[in-house]
């Protein structure tokens, strides 16, 4: 078990180490960089400066010369300075982090106790009124381009009824309890509404499935309850494939909360990186994404081991031999 | 009578008539098959109704801002004064080419790695899925945004080319290609494993056949099903996907219309012209529910086992 974990930990480092590489090699291919546009604010800079800077960021070496500096700084633990910001890329990201663990964490947790139920009760009769209801629902929602659900939520509530903030954490000069989750509303029902399709749908595989198994009509033929069959035997085996999905979506969710962020004016890692990629920060932009790659990698590993330990009839053997 | 006579008697279905009576049971299925055929003839037709009302998509007419509907413009005019109609017509020729485009490159890339990792297997076989693994783990919307942003003059593309309008609807087309393969490469690779060892492809193998004869003839014709539901439902992502980065400022680039950019401004018209906001997105909206309901509705008539 400690082996086969070590195993797929070295592995993520791998895909974190090519992910660094490429990604490095992308940013350096997009348009100017940072020393055009010190010389775009300053009108008398002159030729031998523009030099003077360049060889002062490295930009007159190759581009592996460049990424091989910075993975030995990297490996240091020195993620290099944040252009816009003006400080060390690790400090500017803690902010952001806990604003966007703050608004995932609480969307995530509504999808679920949105998800859980709908999914159940739609499963319970398949094809019947109810079912139907439900799934031309999640259609809906896996349907909706986030940034116009964003606009049609601000259209409504900010704009027409004028009752919620149309975007960032806290009225400026506030910042009490109530007002920071006034501002949560909007951006936390946007990414909601787009993620519990999905989940719901996942749900309700999940649970026709198990109901057709042979211990589903043993509990039924013994006299156990409609209600204890579906909520006590079925759904905890049903959640085995659930819990594994929703481990493997919190890397995209991760990445999928940028656009809500964005539209919303919201300072979570979403919209870091985004200005990061726009503003040429170089460092930082990587260091984000380097980030949002970890927890997905992260949630990959977790998400094979909680089907290890949910499930006793799957050994890491197998899961090994599989690959 | 014999049960083996009863049986006999009875004409034998067609595969295609089977398929057809289970998709016509999906009335929503149905119905989107005949809303995305309404959609694409009426945006092929753009060029027609641009003639008719004489209006250029394109071209900016400062005096005709934000007009409501009139005969001239059946739907009004947007915050530079171009038609609404017409370049409503047109960004859905975008979003249906770029959604079917990247689809179908995406599906022949995912089927070739599928095939090839599924059939020949062993060590090319973990390499390929290891790709497919990593490609998974990337954060895909913000690794767009960056492609999407790359400098082509920097990549050594001649700037005559680089900056040619056209450019961005193959670039967005090949990004989306890039990352979106990954679930038909899965698809077809598990249904290959299943097919190779199966008696008719052993059979083909002991006469002689080559490998390239085997996965063309043997076992492509066989894993069609899940490729053509799993390209279905990757359009409406596709359509998505563009519609965020174009509405970015970062896919098809102005003046040239697509719904994802023509939402780009809407944030400051928002008060004088609703509506310009909540057309192009009730378009994408309608485009991309009706191929996930077509795929869905073709998922039950292509596979009998689903319920």
């Given at each position: 078990m400690t082996r086969y974990i070590a195993l797929r930990l070295g592995e993520s480092l791998v895909v974190l180490l090519v992910m660094s590489f490429v990604i490095y090699l992308l940013i350096g291919l997009m348009p100017g960089d940072p020393a055009d546009m010190m010389i775009a604010g300053d009108p008398r800079i002159t030729s031998a400066d523009v030099a003077r800077i360049k060889a002062l960021y490295g930009l007159d070496q190759p581009l592996y010369s460049r990424y091989a500096a910075w993975l030995s700084s990297a490996l240091g633990g020195n993620f290099g300075n944040s252009r816009?910001?003006?400080?060390p890329v690790l400090d500017v990201m803690g902010p952001f982090l806990a604003n966007s663990l703050l608004l995932m964490g609480t969307s995530f947790l509504l999808s679920v106790a949105i998800a859980l139920p709908a999914g159940v009760y739609a499963a319970i009769?398949?094809?019947?009124k109810l079912d139907h209801a439900i799934n031309l629902l999640c259609f809906a929602g896996i349907s909706l381009p986030v940034f116009w659900l964003a606009l049609m939520l601000m259209m409504a509530?900010?704009?027409?009824?004028?009752?919620?903030?149309?975007?960032?954490?806290?009225?400026p000069g506030e910042g009490g309890f109530n007002d920071r989750l006034l501002h949560l509303i909007l951006p936390v029902a946007t990414l909601t509404l787009s993620s519990v399709g999905h989940y719901t749908r996942f749900v309700r595989a999940a649970m026709i499935e198990t109901l057709r198994q042979d211990y589903i009509r043993t509990a039924r033929a013994k006299g156990a309850s409609p209600t204890r069959v579906v909520w006590g035997h079925a759904l905890r085996n049903a959640l085995i494939p659930v819990v594994t999905v929703l481990a493997l979506s919190f890397g995209s969710l991760f990445s999928g909360a940028l656009v809500t962020e964005t539209m919303f004016a919201y300072p979570g890692m979403g919209k870091m990186i985004y200005d990061a990629i726009m503003g040429n920060d170089y460092n930082l932009a990587l260091i984000g994404l380097l980030f949002a790659t970890l927890v997905t990698l992260l949630g990959n590993l977790i998400s094979d081991l909680a089907y290890v330990w949910l499930d006793p009839r799957i050994s890491y053997l197998s899961g090994e031999a599989r690959r | 009578m014999t049960m083996s006579a009863q049986l006999a008697l009875q004409p034998p279905q067609r595969p295609v008539q089977v398929f057809w009576q289970r998709f016509l049971r999906h009335r929503l299925a149905v119905a989107s098959l005949l809303l995305l055929i309404i959609f694409a003839l009426a945006t092929l037709t753009a060029p027609l109704v641009a003639a008719l009302l004489g209006h250029d998509p394109n071209a900016a007419d400062l005096l005709e801002r934000?007009?409501?509907?009139?005969?001239?413009h059946p739907l009004g005019t947007d915050e530079l004064g171009r038609d609404l109609l017409l370049r409503l017509l047109y960004g859905g020729r975008v979003s249906l080419a770029v959604g079917l485009a990247a689809a179908l490159v995406s599906a022949v890339i995912g089927t070739a790695f599928g095939i090839v990792a599924g059939y020949f297997g062993g060590k090319l076989d973990g390499l390929l899925m290891r790709l497919t693994d990593g490609v998974i783990a990337l954060p895909l919307l913000p690794l767009l945004i960056v492609l999407a942003a790359v400098d082509l003059n920097k990549l050594g593309v001649p700037p005559g080319i680089a900056n040619d309008e056209s450019v961005s609807l193959y670039r967005i087309i090949a990004i989306i290609s890039l990352v979106g393969w990954t679930t038909v490469a899965r698809l077809v690779r598990g249904a290959t494993l299943t097919l190779r060892e199966r008696d008719f492809v052993r059979a083909a193998v002991a006469i002689g056949a080559g490998p390239w004869r085997i996965m063309t003839v043997h076992i492509l014709p066989n894993a069609v099903s899940p490729i053509v539901v799993a390209t279905t439902l990757s359009v409406g992502n596709v359509i998505l996907l563009e519609s965020v980065l174009s509405f970015l400022g970062l896919g098809i680039q102005p003046p040239a219309a697509s719904w994802g950019n023509m939402l780009t401004n809407a944030q400051e018209t928002i008060w004088s012209a609703p509506l310009l906001a909540i057309y192009p997105g009730l378009l994408i909206f309608a485009t991309v529910i009706a191929f996930n309901f077509l795929g869905d509705g073709l998922q039950d008539a292509l596979d009998p086992r689903s319920e």
């Open positions: 816009l910001h003006l400080r009769k398949p094809h019947a509530f900010s704009v027409t009824l004028g009752i919620l903030p149309a975007g960032g954490v806290a009225t | 934000l007009q409501p509907m009139s005969l001239a």
